[in-house]
Nanobody, 128 residues
Framework: QAQLVESGGGLVQPGGSLRLSCAAS????????IGWFRQAPGKEREGVSC????????FYEDSVKGRFTVTRDIPRNTVYLQMNNLKPEDTAVYYC?????????????????????WGQGTQVTVPS
């Protein structure tokens, strides 16, 4: 069974950077699309980025485009989300998830219900 463990969250000042990690087990990260999502207090979970299984191509939502970069390390079986120029509105719990049916991550990240396995999340806080 696929398992995901996020790490790397924390408190960072506006304009700062963080790198989140999503360590995978039970599958290899080049077999499933991997999405990054976030959920702020009182808001719905939203997709921010994804990386495709076949070729590692990536997609970003407009809110993070140019600031966030998703990469993967296949030997380490880990996907990363590099977040630069962080803003208070980036404050949220960040999750990675698998799209094991390879349905999305083309012109959009996709909705949470289109992803199947989820990590436990990691908190990112950017004070105003």
């Amino acid at each position: 069974q696929a398992q995901l463990v996020e790490s790397g969250g924390g408190l960072v000042q506006p304009g700062g950077s963080l790198r989140l990690s999503c360590a995978a087990s039970g599958f290899t990260v080049d077999h499933y699309h991997i999405g990054w999502f976030r959920q702020a207090p009182g808001k719905e979970r939203e997709g921010v980025s994804c990386i495709r299984a076949s070729d590692g191509s990536t997609f970003y939502e407009d809110s993070v485009k140019g600031r966030f970069t998703v990469t993967r390390d296949i030997p380490r079986n880990t996907v990363y989300l590099q977040m630069n120029n962080l803003k208070p509105e980036d404050t949220a719990v960040y999750y990675c998830a698998t799209d094991s049916y390879l349905r999305v991550c083309e012109s959009r990240v996709g909705m949470p219900k289109e992803y199947d396995y989820w990590g436990q999340g990691t908190q990112v806080t950017v004070p105003s």
